[in-house]
């Protein structure tokens, strides 16, 4: 009898023991699950602009982390109910980090952020938080008032063009960067800017850029996301300055440069912080000192003493020797909105709502 206890006891425990590795091999099963992270585009893919900068920073996450990540994206998604729906889903569907990347996804990323509090959520260029929302954007203002440099070196008709998407503060200090930036090297120029209301449209870009083009702009740029300016510059005979991404393909004799955004090293670090459990809701705004965005290498065109002024430029904003927003600085009506000497305080920036002098023309209602 004791010995068919024993058999019994000893049966249970290899039974036991059996159990316990099957359970670890479920666990590390499951630890090795890859994190599933969702993306929320506003253009297409393919627009070479700021849904291609993003995703080929998706990519770049995926080829640095590997099988630790599964990624899925949505592209043309409109900014409002459509976002919310499509931001809903990727929460619905298992994904652990959610990027939600245009400025119009900032209410609906919080509404769905409520409903799903253990999943974490990024909005790019927004600027509120939750617990488990964080924002992130790069300066690029710092490569507008480069691109503003380059601009003022190489105009003839001292008269630049730029084709403004919708006029929210990011856009009005890109605007405002790049007028400061062309004004430091060549106090004649004046800035001319068409609204097209829209981050994405071919046609309405090329038509903006053309007007601009007929007003005496000889350098256009823009803060939309097509190639479309670059197009009409390259069929006209004038220069363009790219955003978003190295277009020059687009324009290979009008294309000066770029101002090119680098999502990728972002992408992976916040990754491997909800893998490791040190993800944090945080407002990240890096800029050329940190590599999070930089020019495109220049045209051929551009000679040899602007590339040298615009490098000295750079250098000067990464060793925080300048601000592009250093005083003195007068808004149109001539009213100081910086002093002589001080730099702007980060919360006006984030609201800015005003053209400097130099911008000609009027902020639409």
């Not at 007007?211 to 190639?227: A, E, K, R, Y």
């Not at 050329?288 to 220049?298: H, I, M, R, T, V």
Request: net charge positive.
């Amino acid at each position: 009898m004791f010995k068919s206890s024993l058999k019994k006891l000893c049966s249970s425990l290899a039974i036991a023991t059996m159990l316990v590795g099957v359970s670890a091999n479920i666990a590390i099963a499951e630890d090795k699950k890859p994190l599933k992270i969702g993306f929320v585009y506003v253009g297409p893919t393919g627009d070479a602009g700021w849904t291609y900068a993003h995703d080929k920073g998706r990519k770049y996450m995926v080829d640095k982390l590997g099988d630790k990540v599964k990624t899925t994206f949505v592209e043309s998604v409109a900014e409002g109910a459509d976002s919310a729906r499509v931001i809903q889903q990727l929460a619905r569907s298992g994904h652990d980090l959610i990027f939600t990347t245009s400025f119009g996804y900032m209410n609906p990323t919080l509404k769905v952020a409520k409903k799903f509090p253990k999943v974490k959520f990024e909005h790019s260029t927004g600027y509120k938080r939750a617990k488990n929302v964080g924002t992130y954007f790069d300066r690029a203002y710092e490569g507008r008032y480069l691109a503003g440099v380059t601009a003022g070196l190489m105009t003839k008709t001292n008269t630049l063009g730029y084709v403004g998407s919708f006029p929210i503060p990011e856009v009005m200090r890109g605007i405002n960067a790049f007028t400061l930036g062309a004004l430091s090297v060549n106090p004649k120029v004046k800035v001319k800017v068409v609204w097209v209301s829209t981050w994405y449209d071919p046609g309405k870009e090329r038509s903006a850029a053309e007007t601009l083009i007929l007003q005496g702009s000889d350098v256009l740029t823009q803060h939309t996301d097509s190639p479309g300016v670059i197009n009409a510059a390259e069929a006209k005979g004038v220069y363009a300055i790219g955003y978003n991404s190295d277009m020059s393909v687009y324009g290979p004799k009008a294309h000066l440069t770029a101002i090119v955004h680098n999502w990728g090293p972002l992408y992976v670090a916040k990754a491997e912080a909800v893998i490791n459990g040190t993800w944090k809701s945080e407002d990240i705004w890096d800029g050329l000192a940190e590599n999070a965005l930089d020019l495109a290498p220049f045209n051929s065109e551009v000679p040899q003493t602007v590339q040298d002024k615009v490098n000295a430029v750079k250098a000067a904003i990464i060793n925080g020797s300048l601000h592009p927003f250093t005083g003195p600085i007068v808004d149109q009506s001539g009213t100081t909105k910086v002093a002589d000497g001080k730099v702007i305080p980060t919360g006006d920036l984030m609201g800015m709502n005003w053209y400097v002098k130099g911008v000609d023309g009027k902020l639409p209602n």
